[in-house]
């Protein structure tokens, strides 16, 4: 059936500090059956990630304190067991941020602001089971 997700229900990281796109993230994804874990800065991320690991992190690349450029290099520094799959959420949709987000580690991008269905159809490329 159309709408149905591909990919098992997933532990997905949301690192945003808009509680607008916070909301909308979750109730997006937790309509798909997946379980969603919400901080707002990239220093709760690594500590939320350290406490319990994800199937895939969504980063807002332009968080207030600890920014997801550098939360993201220092996340991929201490993977051990595994690389957990990171999706770059960007306002700024300039050419070449794809790129950019790419080559500092992520291994997706979405431009703002996230539409459901490229979001859903995203997880099930990078999650599939």
Do not use: F
């Amino acid at each position: 059936p159309v709408g149905r997700p591909k990919v098992r229900p997933l532990d997905i990281l949301v690192a945003e500090d808009d509680p607008v796109s916070q909301r909308y993230l979750v109730h997006a994804l937790q309509r798909q059956g997946h379980t969603v874990r919400v901080v707002g800065d990239g220093q709760e991320l690594l500590c939320a990630w350290e406490a319990a690991r994800a199937d895939v992190i969504l980063m807002d690349m332009n968080m207030p304190g600890m920014d997801g450029w550098t939360a993201m290099r220092l996340l991929r520094e201490r993977e051990k067991q595994g690389r957990v799959p990171i999706v770059a959420l960007t306002a700024s949709a300039m050419k070449g941020d794809k790129e950019r987000c790419i080559s500092a580690g992520a291994d997706a991008y979405l431009p703002k602001p996230v539409l459901k269905r490229d979001l859903l159809a995203l997880l099930d490329t990078l999650c599939a089971a």
